[in-house]
């Protein structure tokens, strides 16, 4: 997928302000950003429903603008709300979807059935959609959207609106699609789902994208790693807080004591800092059970990126320190352990 100098205005509101984005064969692009950022309108001109102002955009080989029918054969769509016939089996939904895709009536027929078995929808197939639950129902978007076999697949905000455990579902099903060799380019507001599914991200804010890259990097980008200490005797954690107050590399002593947890949080901000501090335990004779880097997790650096974006002079965003509507803070567990 290149998408380059995309615009798209809806009278005075532009929703897409010269979007560029590449997503390589096989990958996942996550495109997070909060509600009016424009993702939807990104989706709908990748898949041909809409015509943008300014730009170009080839998916699959094809230009959005001037192959639209080439394209639409080759990508999947699953809607930001749900879009299955009420009134229909699950079953009917998907053979229906077949046959509006021109297959024969014996094919749309094995694609259902192998899909519904793939969504875990057989037992239910036969029953109206409209007493499936929220996350049968995505299933059944996610199967629908998988009928045609695509090798690009959109999927805006799958898992807006669902409980947890239904996004856990839903999140399973997406990295199946994906094992499957499915270029997907899935937007979110959802710092969590974007580190569970996206290789890459491209955060947007009012039709701009205003960071992008490994989520790692992002990560790094905003520093502030933590280094977390585990002791071996967790009566020894105000000792060591001490030891590297006194001894400890620059900022050290902003260490952070987490006695329930019995860790010891040392902010850091290079390797160099990491093996200092790890030197002064050490040479101080304190014996550690574990070691691990913690780095910031995804709303904080989205917060981080707008907050600095507003402070650019010409930028008309939110003041500094603003949060943005749809951040959450979400638990980070994202810990990588190294050899104590
Ligand atoms: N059909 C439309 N007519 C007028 N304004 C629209 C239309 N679609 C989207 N917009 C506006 O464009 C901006 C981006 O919307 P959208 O792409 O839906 O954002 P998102 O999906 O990120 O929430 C918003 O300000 C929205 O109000
Ligand atoms: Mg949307």
Redesign the pocket.
């Known amino acids: 997928m290149e998408v380059r100098g995309l615009v798209k205005n809806?009278?005075e509101?532009r929703?897409l302000d010269g979007v560029d984005l590449d997503v390589r064969e096989g990958t996942v692009l996550g495109v997070l950003?909060p509600?009016?950022?424009?993702?939807?309108?990104?989706v709908r001109i990748l898949s041909t429903l809409l015509r943008p102002d300014a730009g170009t955009a080839v998916v699959a080989g094809y230009d959005v603008v001037r192959q639209p029918r080439q394209l639409r054969r080759v990508i999947g769509l699953t809607g930001?709300y749900a879009s299955v016939d009420e009134k229909l089996s699950g079953r009917e939904n998907l053979y229906m979807i077949g046959r509006l895709l021109d297959l024969s009536r014996t094919v749309s027929r094995a694609r259902a059935d192998e899909l519904l078995e793939r969504f875990s929808l057989t037992e239910a197939a036969k029953r109206p959609a409209q007493q499936y639950s929220g996350g049968m129902r995505r299933r059944l978007d996610l199967a629908a959207s998988m009928i045609g076999r695509p090798a690009v697949l959109y999927l805006d905000e799958p898992t807006t609106g669902l409980d947890p455990r239904t996004r856990n579902e839903v999140w399973g099903e997406v990295r199946g699609m994906v094992d499957e060799g499915v270029t997907v380019l899935l937007?979110t507001q959802y710092m969590e789902e974007a580190e569970q599914l996206a290789d890459e991200l491209a955060v947007i804010d009012r039709?701009r994208v205003i960071a992008g890259g490994g989520i790692e990097e992002l990560k790094a980008k905003v520093g502030g790693r933590t280094l977390q200490i585990r002791p071996a005797d967790p009566g020894a954690l105000r000792h060591m807080a001490r030891a590297l107050a006194e001894a400890g590399p620059r900022g050290s002593s902003d260490t952070v004591i987490d006695a329930s947890e019995g860790l010891l949080n040392v902010p850091i901000s290079s390797d160099e800092q990491l093996t200092a501090v790890i030197g002064v335990l050490g040479a101080r004779g304190f014996p550690v059970a574990g070691i691990g880097t913690h780095l910031p997790s995804l709303d904080e650096v989205f917060l981080a990126i707008t907050g600095q974006k507003a402070s650019t002079p010409q930028a008309d965003g939110p003041a500094p320190g603003d949060a943005p509507e749809n951040a959450r803070r979400a638990e980070d567990d994202h810990h990588q352990e190294v050899p104590a």
């Open positions: 809806f009278g509101t929703a950003g509600n009016g950022a424009g993702k939807t309108t990104l930001q937007t039709g």
